[in-house]
């Protein structure tokens, strides 16, 4: 659209102190017939005349384009602004006028909306500039093609590249000489930006057509039957063409024969045995031949519509070389876009296994020291959430409560994990499928308790405002905020968890008790708080990403079970008892999904369901992990 | 006289460790052999490969006449073969009767379907007394073997492997927990059965072992470092060395 | 030396048969269509479905409670069984209907017109009118019913193959076969599944070619199928764990690797189980889906199939009465508290409602129970009988020293 370049010009004139203009008055005066009467082809320097007057020329034209324009019985041009109305020359207002309004045809209009850009494009403040350039890469014409070639050279380097950008997009699509349009093709060749594939895909658009000898036209590929290209495709495009009679419908021939209903009869063959698509297609042939019913084609005529008919495809755009060049940009910009959707995919995956590393680790934690499988993980993560809500609802700055709840989830959590630890798991040793169970009742408890609480509509838990929006590379590149964050905050535990495992004490006796628990109870490690703290932790881990996952899903309380079987899943992948193994089921597990996901895109479903029977299959080559445990214990 | 089992340059290591260098050992029918060796010598693992718990990284095993290859064979395949482990730690199935332990122990088709089919003739349950009495356990057989004292878990186990009537027997530290009344018993067990199979018995306990007053293989570092009577291979100066320390 | 045939060396099979026999006289008697009245027709259905899920109980404690696999995936194999048997009910009666009204047409319609008016009314609500392949048996009630067990077992045969070949096992193998259960779930879910994705099988209550046998009357038979398929699968999961093969599959879920070296095939023998447990739990499926009238993917959701272990454990695992009583007793407690009509509890400032508590009451009970009576309800009844010794060997041991 041009308005809002109009309008912006209006504005800025607006603004100007209202003065007389000798010369803009001169020349109104000189042509007032061709402005009330302009001719595409002639009022081009009557154009170009009234802008070079000044800034209230310039509001002339936009107006005239703009069809606020009249001329009143005595022969002054007014500016119309709703009710109120000015001179075009003076800037004066004047009240009740009552102009002829002018209604220049859409020609006379792109010559005076190119002047016009023309103008700004060469206006020395940069920032007109920049506005004007932008209009004509929404909207451009071939008017302003010209306009930009005319323009004066550009000083600032990124409006000039902008620049030649646009005229090379608009050469692409107006330039009248075929030559100058391969050559902004080829200038362009590489880019992925979507004005350049818009720009495109108008020229390689094709249309199919069928015709017993080659057509006179750039042909883009001759078709042959079969492939993505079916029979009954080159069936309905030489019943388009009038080549083939339409073929039969079994709708159209029931209704038909419906229609000749004799006696309980239909040319002869009664009713009753019409239910035999054979006996259908006798008695229409019968009709047929008494020449109750149209023809229809029979499989016949159709074979031999299709031998003697060749199929092609053929271009639109009609010059051979544009052709050409555009399908050799389109491949390589396809293959740049692969390359660029590969790395977006990638970005995709890194955030999406950030988010199962954090809600996988305190699982990790716990199955690897006691071989346990805490089916109310899941809930700890929910409890995180809410938790995090909580904190929302009382403290109002974002900023602020995100960092109070990240702690505070941490802490409730890690107390649940320690009660949960002390009143049911330290009395179920060594029994890991009761464990199983007896978590699972926790987890059905406390999701009904998470219900009964906080209901069971979804919460809101929103991020603060510099997390929000996303870090755009290109047209194809972009990553919300939100999800740089996550990876951040999986990288930051993922540093932890190092730290604490190989530089505190803490971290030397869990895995003292992981790998041997007798020989670490006999050195005065006492595994039950070594189990305890690490139970506390990965849970307390567990309501981090819990705040981390609340931010940008739903916080409710199925919150949890949405995020435990990938879980498991990341935990089982990687293989236990090592944190680099999480991490590369977590690696393993998001990246698949993603490319699944890229594969099938409209199917969620499917993606996770071929996402499982992957890892089953996984499973069989790798049944304890990417990174297994080592040594006597694993045998155990 | 062919031999029974033909353990042929097996090696086999774990992270990087040699557990087993290169072994080779032989065994024949009807032969009782005692194998030593300090702690980490490979004893184990030996049996493990033997029993096809572990695969080696190089070598073959071979058991039979004609020889089959075992290396393809899983575990099960092997035991049916007619090769029968005995653990160091009793390992019986202590929720069941001393009576349905030996039952399932009994040399008879082992597919789930024949299983399925097996019903108890007049025959094998006069072969599971046998079998009970023979360890001293027909006083016990209706009893869940879990409420069985630790030496009668350990005949029960032995009950067990005699009910396979394996022809290679691979025992693990017989002696272990047991009195010094039992191990006389275990003895002349041991010597008893090795006139009809091939026995092999893994022992630390160089009194036991003397007792059983066979040929010795000693183990050292996955290979073997000396054979022959024990009175042989306690005068190599080898064997002194790895056994009296450096 | 006769055996006593196995039924009379387990009087527990006899004392479960004669209870069913008694409760389905009993509620024959109390019912609308042949009886009282006592008991509305809906009741009927809960408790004909009620026996269903004790039959699929009897097959987890099969596959739990005596193989030692905490199988998460059962109603995954229910779930199969109903919408095998969904299949036809749907098809058959969708064709009845589009027969009737294709009948005014004055032509009459083709098989093929037939079909696609079928098609169109089964899938329309998903957009589809074409049939998919997996109804191309949906016509034929013989097929569907064959297909009933072979579905499921097929899919136990191969995921238990490919799962205890590669020694899965434990926590491990439970995660996996939830995993399997959500994968399946999930596949369900989508519309071009072919099983009309979250819309489920609908209008199963209705039985194509018994359309003037009223509801009462039908949810009578059901309950009787029900009761004589849960009495069939309880006489042969107890002939299967009685003899030497229940030995055996005790002892695998005791001690694998020492099975192993007794020379079993271990793997075959969990298969064998596992499979045969999936097809128990197929056949319990097909025949709760006709009195509940509606299957969806929701149904198979895992959560489902852990709520049959809770049913098994506080009934009692390793003993087969246990899983029925832990089925019976926690279903219809469930359906009691959640149905709205327990009777709140007035405290002061807090009134409990049962419709909102009785899930983490459940859940709490469940953690009880798991740590202060891990041999569940079936475990209180041993310590209230006296011990009895294990009666069967004893003959054989005097018989032997004789």
Not at chain 1, 423 to 448: C, D, K, M, W, Y
Not at chain 3, 167 to 188: C, D, K
Request: charged letters at 15%; hydrophobic letters at 50%; a neutral charge.
């Amino acid at each position: 659209m041009i308005r809002p370049l109009i309008a912006l010009v209006l504005t800025l004139c607006l603004a100007l102190p209202a003065s007389a203009n000798p010369a803009l008055e001169a020349v109104i005066a000189d042509n007032l017939d061709q402005i009330q009467k302009p001719s595409r082809k002639t009022v081009e320097p009557l154009v170009a005349e009234i802008a070079a007057t000044g800034p209230e020329g310039l509001a002339l034209l936009s107006a005239w384009a703009g069809r606020a324009l009249g001329v009143t019985d005595d022969g002054r041009l007014l500016i119309v602004d709703g009710d109120s109305a000015r001179d075009a020359v003076t800037g004066a207002a004047v009240p009740d006028a009552d102009p002829k309004m002018l209604r220049p045809n859409s020609g006379v209009r792109s010559v005076i909306e190119s002047a016009l850009v023309a103008g700004e494009i060469s206006s020395p403040d940069p920032a007109r500039r920049a506005a004007a350039l932008a209009s004509i890469a929404r909207d451009g014409t071939a008017g302003h093609l010209a306009a930009l070639r005319a323009a004066p050279p550009e000083a600032d380097p990124a409006l000039a590249a902008q620049r030649e950008r646009a005229t090379n997009l608009l050469a692409i699509r107006f330039d009248p000489d075929p030559a100058a349009r391969v050559a902004a093709i080829e200038g362009m060749a590489g880019d992925v930006g979507l004005d350049f594939r818009a720009a495109l895909n108008p020229l390689l658009a094709v249309t199919r057509v069928a015709s017993p000898t080659e057509p006179k036209a750039n042909i883009a590929r001759e078709l042959t039957i079969g492939g993505d290209f079916p029979r009954e495709a080159a069936i309905a495009l030489l019943t388009a063409n009038g080549t083939l009679q339409p073929r039969l419908t079994p709708a159209d021939q029931r209704n038909a024969l419906a229609a000749n209903i004799v006696d309980g009869a239909v040319a002869g063959i009664p009713v009753a045995e019409l239910d035999d698509p054979a006996a259908r297609d006798r008695a229409y042939e019968a009709l047929e031949a008494a020449g109750a019913v149209p023809p229809a084609a029979t499989d016949a005529e159709a074979e031999a519509a299709l031998a003697a008919n060749r199929f092609f495809e053929t271009y639109a755009e009609a010059d051979r070389a544009v052709t050409d060049a555009a399908r050799a940009a389109q491949t390589r910009a396809q293959v740049r876009l692969a390359a660029m959707t590969g790395i977006d995919l990638g970005l995709d995956a890194l955030s999406l296994a950030s988010i199962y590393f954090l809600a996988a680790i305190g699982l990790a934690i716990t199955f690897g020291v006691m071989r346990v499988i805490n089916m109310a993980h899941g809930e700890f993560i929910m409890m995180g959430a809410y938790t995090g809500y909580v904190t929302q609802t009382l403290i109002a700055n974002r900023t602020l409560s995100l960092v109070v709840a990240l702690p505070l989830a941490f802490a409730v959590t890690f107390a649940a994990g320690v009660l949960l630890y002390r009143l049911v798991i330290r009395h179920l040793a060594n029994r890991p499928l009761e464990t199983l169970l007896a978590t699972f009742g926790v987890s059905i408890a406390l999701q009904q308790l998470a219900k009964n609480i906080f209901g069971t509509q979804a919460r809101p838990l929103t991020a603060p405002a510099w997390l929000e929006g996303s870090i755009t590379v290109n047209d194809v590149i972009s990553i919300s905020s939100i999800r740089v964050a996550i990876f951040v905050l999986a990288l930051l535990f993922l540093g932890l968890f190092l730290f604490i495992m190989k530089r505190t004490r803490l971290g030397l006796e869990v895995r003292a008790v992981t790998q041997n628990p007798g020989m670490s109870a006999s050195m005065g490690i006492n595994p039950d708080r070594i189990a305890m703290m690490t139970f506390g932790l990965g849970s307390g881990i567990a309501g981090i990403a819990g705040v981390a996952i609340g931010l940008f899903a739903q916080v409710t309380s199925e919150l949890g079970q949405q995020y435990i079987v990938q879980s498991f899943m990341t935990v089982v992948v990687g293989g236990v008892g090592n944190i680099w193994g999480t991490l590369a089921g977590a690696a393993l597990i998001g990246g698949l999904s993603k490319v699944i996901e890229f594969f099938n895109p409209s199917n969620t479903l499917a993606a996770q369901t071929f996402m499982i029977l992957f890892i089953v299959i996984f499973i069989q080559f790798r049944p304890r992990g990417i990174i297994p445990q080592r040594g006597r214990a694993a045998e155990a | 006289m062919s031999a029974l089992l033909e353990v042929d340059g097996i090696s086999v290591s774990f992270d990087g460790f040699r557990a087993i260098n290169n072994l080779s050992f032989n065994i024949g029918e009807a032969e009782l052999r005692a194998v030593i060796g300090p702690n980490g010598a490979g004893k184990t693992t030996f049996m493990d490969i033997v029993t096809g718990k572990t695969r080696p990284d190089a070598g073959d095993v071979t058991f039979g006449t004609p020889p089959k290859s075992l290396l393809r064979m899983n575990e099960a395949q092997i035991a049916r073969e007619g090769i029968g482990r005995k653990f160091q730690r009793p390992t019986v199935f202590e929720d069941q009767t001393v009576a349905d332990n030996l039952t399932m122990a009994l040399k008879a088709k082992r597919s789930p379907f024949a299983v399925l089919g097996w019903r108890p003739s007049a025959e094998s349950q006069a072969r599971v007394a046998e079998l009970a009495s023979e360890v001293g356990l027909a006083s016990q057989i209706a009893r869940k073997a879990g409420e069985l004292s630790h030496g009668q878990k350990q005949w029960l186990e032995i009950g067990m492997l005699l009910a396979q009537e394996p022809r290679l027997l691979l025992v693990d530290e017989p002696a272990a927990g047991m009195t010094l009344a039992e191990r006389e018993q275990t003895t002349a067990l041991l010597v008893r059965l090795a006139e009809s199979r091939a026995v092999v018995v893994v022992e630390h306990d160089m009194d036991f072992v003397r007792r059983l007053n066979c040929k010795v293989t000693v183990l050292h570092q996955g290979a073997v470092l000396a054979e022959g009577s024990l009175d042989h291979v306690t005068r190599n100066p080898d064997v002194i060395e790895v056994y009296l320390g450096r | 030396m006769t055996r006593k045939p196995f039924i009379l060396r387990n009087p527990s099979i006899l004392i479960v048969l004669a209870v069913l026999a008694l409760f389905t006289v009993a509620v024959t008697a109390l019912s609308a269509a042949y009886g009282t009245g006592a008991i509305p027709t809906s009741m009927v259905k809960v408790l004909g479905k009620t026996l269903c899920l004790a039959l699929a109980a009897v097959a987890m404690d099969l596959v739990w409670g005596y193989l030692g696999i905490l199988s998460l995936g059962q109603m995954a194999f229910f779930a199969l069984g109903g919408y095998m048997i969904g299949q036809w009910l749907m098809y058959a009666r969708t064709e009845a209907i589009v027969a009737a009204s294709m009948a005014g047409n004055p032509i009459p319609p083709t098989p093929q017109e037939l079909q696609e008016g079928v098609a169109n009314q089964i899938f329309g609500v998903v957009g589809s009118a074409d049939l998919p392949l997996v109804w191309s048996f949906a016509h034929s009630l013989p097929l569907q019913l064959i297909l009933v067990v072979a579905v499921p077992g097929l899919l136990a045969l191969v995921f238990g193959w490919l799962a205890f070949r590669s020694r899965v096992n434990g926590v491990y193998l439970s995660i996996l076969t939830q995993a399997m259960t959500l994968a399946l779930a999930l596949w369900l879910f989508q519309n071009d599944s072919g099983f009309r994705g979250n819309n489920g099988l609908s209008g199963l209550q209705n039985i194509p070619g018994l359309d003037g046998i009223d509801q009462a009357t039908l949810s009578v038979w059901f309950l009787w199928a029900s009761a004589a398929a849960l009495g069939l699968a309880y006489v042969l999961a107890a002939w299967v764990v009685s003899g030497k093969f229940g030995s055996v599959i005790r002892a695998i879920r005791d001690d694998e690797t020492r099975v192993r070296f007794l020379g079993y095939p271990v793997e075959g023998f969990k298969l064998a189980v596992f499979t045969l447990a999936a097809m128990l739990t197929a056949v319990a499926g097909a025949l709760y889906y006709p009195q509940a009238g509606i299957i969806n993917p929701a149904e198979l959701m895992p959560i489902a199939s852990i709520y049959l272990a809770v049913w098994v454990a506080i009934g009692g695992r390793g003993r087969l009465y246990g899983a029925i009583i832990g089925a019976v007793v926690v279903s219809l407690l469930s359906s009691w508290f959640t149905g709205g009509r327990a009777p709140a509890i007035h405290l002061p400032g807090y009134t409990v409602n049962w419709v909102d508590w009785w899930q983490v009451a459940l859940g709490l009970g469940f953690v009880l129970v798991t740590l202060f009576a891990p041999k569940g309800i079936a475990g209180l009844f041993d310590r209230l009988s006296p011990p009895r010794r294990v009666p069967a060997p004893e003959p054989q041991a005097k018989e032997a020293q004789a």
